[in-house]
């Protein structure tokens, strides 16, 4: 039998590693434009009921009539978000394993947990924004801050730290507005974390706290009902869920207080662009739906209609919550 060179050898060897890359893109191709034909899973770090969960169940639903598949949420809470953010990254990048992610576990964690060793803007695909919801800074009855002027004149004083504000965990997003208030005012309010909203609101309501920071959506009813007093939401303007509580940017000492909670649809760096551009496609589709938009606003969140360029509002999502980390000597996380 005759053998062949060691030219033939290669230009053999070359042809088939070429013939391999050949079947592979078109395999990545065909299941692209199959795409999708078995069910999708949607991942939420977080327990159901809370707000991330709520969003990930009325995008699910509406998301499996645009993408024509069935479209299931798992609920994975655990370490803030993250653990379900890792499963996501760690998944196989074909678009049946995605995140309904957070401002906390895509930006804040990494920033401030050492133990956190993705990066959400890095190790993720975004798909596109949900919506957003601004936060709330509430007092006591018992205590003497009742607006924003209150506040202002407390924290200028020279006594802010006689007072404190409680949050729902370190780095939440509700720590840092409370951090931001100290940063924009010269404030030294000391930050009292709880394990979840529900001991925050027993010890506001009683008089123990004088500040909380809430999610709007979780401390309306108190305010409402009259428990608590609403100083101020976190956003830049107020919000059309309850426009008659003031923005703290409305004081000018607060000016640049700007921070909300936002909502987004994630999944696993490396998925084929066919995958990614129907389902960004399909999420707007969501977005627009009217019946989706009815839906939503029930979770006292607002329908991102608008896209930003997302790479250019993550950066400056990590910039100014970086900046808040390292004022507030939190920041103990990725650079």
């Excluded at 969501?286 to 607002?302: C, H, I, M, W």
Aim: charged letters at 15%; proline letters at 5%; a positive charge.
């Amino acid at each position: 039998m005759k053998k062949l060179s060691n030219s033939a050898k290669r230009t053999a060897s070359s042809a088939l590693c070429a013939f391999a890359l050949l079947a592979v893109s078109g395999q990545a191709v065909h299941a692209a434009s199959t795409y999708p034909d078995r069910p999708i899973t949607i991942v939420v770090g977080y327990p159901a009921g809370g707000s991330v969960d709520l969003n990930g169940r009325v995008v699910a639903e509406t998301l499996a009539k645009k993408i024509g598949a069935n479209v299931v949420v798992e609920n994975l809470g655990g370490a803030g978000g993250t653990i379900g953010a890792q499963k996501v990254i760690r998944a196989k990048p074909d678009g049946y394993t995605l995140l309904v992610g957070s401002l906390n576990e895509i930006v804040i964690a990494g920033l401030v947990n050492p133990a956190v060793k993705y990066s959400g803007i890095n190790d993720l695909q975004a798909i596109g924004l949900i919506g957003d919801q601004p936060l709330v800074l509430a007092a006591s009855k018992k205590t003497d801050i009742k607006n924003t002027a209150d506040l202002v004149k407390v924290a200028t004083s020279g006594k802010s730290d006689s007072y404190s504000f409680g949050s729902s965990g370190v780095g939440t997003s509700l720590h840092m507005a409370g951090e931001m208030i100290n940063a924009e005012t010269g404030a030294k309010f000391l930050h009292v974390p709880y394990r979840g909203v529900a001991p925050l609101v027993t010890d506001l309501t009683s008089g123990r706290l004088p500040l909380g920071v809430f999610a709007l959506s979780s401390a309306l009813p108190q305010i409402q009902s009259g428990q608590i007093t609403a100083i101020g939401v976190t956003s830049a303007k107020r919000s059309s869920f309850a426009s008659d509580i003031a923005a703290l940017a409305e004081n000018p000492a607060l000016k640049a207080m700007d921070i909300s909670v936002w909502f987004g649809l994630f999944g696993p760096k490396g998925m084929p662009e066919a995958v990614v551009t129907k389902l960004q496609a399909s999420l707007q589709q969501v977005l627009a739906d009217p019946a989706f938009q009815e839906k939503y606003r029930t979770t006292g969140s607002n329908v991102m209609r608008t896209q930003p360029d997302l790479a250019s509002f993550f950066q400056a999502e990590h910039d100014k919550f970086k900046k808040l980390a390292e004022t507030a000597h939190i920041a103990t996380g990725r650079p």
